[in-house]
């Protein structure tokens, strides 16, 4: 392993400026990237060339939205984590409920994932007014059910699993802290969680794994994103000219960045201008597989 990190810097590759962009993907159907802008409850699709993202359509949700994921079956949609619930976006701008409000009160949906079995994983945060540590981590069956796989989360963000799905990495940012669960392909449960890495120069966001099983971390106000190996070696650092980078995913070996606006004072915003925007960098590394919710045949 290095005896430094390597270090590669982003450039922006969208003009738009998102409040808090998050949650990027890429949907194997079609091979675009989706993302979305939290507080204004709006998903994106878009086509990336490598040089630039092409926006092609945007469709409001009806609630701040968190995470997104394609369903299993080409051209059924999209499920999405939001408000305290998941819902289902077609790709014809329809929005319907999945689930009522499985989070706690005072709380609302942040990041999530698929695991490699059909489900899909996401997460709360707090909010003012909150029971302190009252957010948590949800699962979305193919079936609809929902089950509540962890607890006692300040502000649940990154996830990802490793190449043999029997590994769950977690991001609960409040504690600023990456945790490993052994993860239970069958039941989709986790135990015997060990602490990756915490942080205390900033607060790590949203995450991606890699084809070789290592980690991008999105650090919110760290002007970065760094890669951890699995056993939290720090590998390479990404700078970012913004920051606040928000969500990474990977696309043909190339890292796709979202950020946020949100909360920079106008200082910040003027030796920052670029905030909100969507950054790429070429890493030379393939993505993990994609995961999508549900099992073709139940759409």
Known sequence: MPSSP??????????????????????????????VDIRVGRLWRGRFDGDRIEVLAGYDVGAATGAVAPLAAPGAGWVVAAGRGFRHVATDGTVRALTGDVAAPQTQMNDGS????????????????????????YR????????TVLTDIGCANGLGFDPSGETMYHVDSRRRRLTAY????????????????????????????DAEGCLWVA???????????????LLTQVRVPVPRPT?????????????AWIGLDAATRQAAPDSGRIFAVEVGVDAGPTYTWGRSEDH
């Open 6 to 35: 390597e270090t590669l810097l982003a450039r922006p590759v969208l003009a738009e400026h998102y409040e808090l962009g998050e949650g990027p993907r890429l949907d194997p159907h079609t091979g675009e990237l989706l993302w």
């Open 114 to 137: 698929c695991d490699p079995y059909g489900r899909f994983l996401a997460g709360s945060q707090i909010l003012g007014g909150a029971e302190p540590w009252s957010g948590g981590l």
């Open 140 to 147: 979305l069956e193919p079936d609809g059910s929902v089950a």
């Open 182 to 209: 052994r993860y239970d392909p069958a039941s989709g449960e986790v135990d015997d969680p060990r602490t990756l890495v915490e942080y205390d120069d900033a607060t790590p966001d949203g995450l991606c794994v």
């Open 219 to 233: 650090m919110w106000d760290g002007w970065s994103v760094r890669r951890f190996a699995p056993d939290g070696t």
């Open 247 to 259: 969500a990474v995913c990977l696309v043909a070996g190339t890292l796709v960045v979202t950020s």
